[in-house]
């Protein structure tokens, strides 16, 4: 047997077949013997069949026996390729099994790989857009730094640790510090400025309310001067004194 399976292996060679699964090895080699041994069958019954042709007398029977063993053989031989082909396909189908769930995989990996990239431009976006993004801060105009020293509170002046913080952590901290007092000066002068409002509120009030009482005033003068003017006639045509009666 292993001289047939070496017959075998070296007709798959002759043939340029290169198996890539050890069963396709088996496989070949069992082609091969069961090749091999239908060729002896066929070459003993042929040798046979010539020896019935040239002689009467021969006994049909002594070239079974001779050709049993062969198809004793043979036929394990078959068994054994519908054994090994059997097998080949549960593997084959175990491979395509594999091989779809590589696959799922695979798609599944790309996929995520996918989402990957897209959050990655989607964060390069937001890098870049923040990056060249210009607040409203930088067009206020802010309170001298020498003078938010001179007239903020000490909360507001105090700096980061020198040992904790950067340079730029604490330039941005000072920054943080002077829009605080920014707001806070405005917000003071913000009350302020409506409080003078109120308080201009009133006085226009109180302007109107005298105003008010002057224009009667002056009604009621205007309205007794016209009233007077007959009694003012009157005194201008007279020249002379009026007698004074005397008991």
């Not at 020293?149 to 913080?165: D, N």
């Amino acid at each position: 047997m292993s001289q047939q399976g070496q017959n075998g292996t070296s007709d798959n060679k002759d043939l340029g077949v290169v198996p890539a699964l050890p069963q396709l090895v088996e496989l070949g080699e069992k082609c091969a013997t069961i090749k091999k041994l239908s060729t002896e069958v066929l070459q003993k019954a042929e040798k046979e069949a010539g020896k019935k042709s040239g002689s009467t007398n021969t006994n049909g029977t002594s070239a079974d026996v001779s050709i049993q063993p062969i198809k004793q053989q043979l036929t394990r031989s078959f068994v054994q390729l519908r054994s090994l082909n059997r097998k080949a396909n549960l593997e084959k189908a175990a491979d395509k099994l594999c091989t779809q769930e590589a696959k799922t995989s695979m798609d599944r990996i790309h996929l995520q790989l996918q989402d990957l990239n897209y959050m990655k431009s989607f964060l390069e976006r937001e890098i870049r857009r923040c990056k060249s993004f210009r607040s409203k801060y930088q067009k206020i105009t802010l309170i001298p730094e020498q003078e938010f020293f001179a007239r903020a509170p000490e909360r507001l002046t105090t700096s980061l640790p020198k040992g904790e913080a950067s340079d730029k952590q604490q330039l941005h901290h000072l920054m943080l510090q002077r829009l605080n007092f920014e707001k806070e000066e405005r917000m003071r002068l913000k009350e302020e400025v409506q409080c003078k409002l109120k308080r201009k509120k009133e006085i226009s009030e109180r302007i109107a309310v005298k105003k008010s009482k002057i224009d009667n005033s002056n009604r009621e003068i205007e309205k007794f001067i016209k009233e007077s003017k007959p009694l003012e006639e009157l005194f201008t045509k007279t020249d002379e004194p009026i007698p004074m009666e005397t008991e």
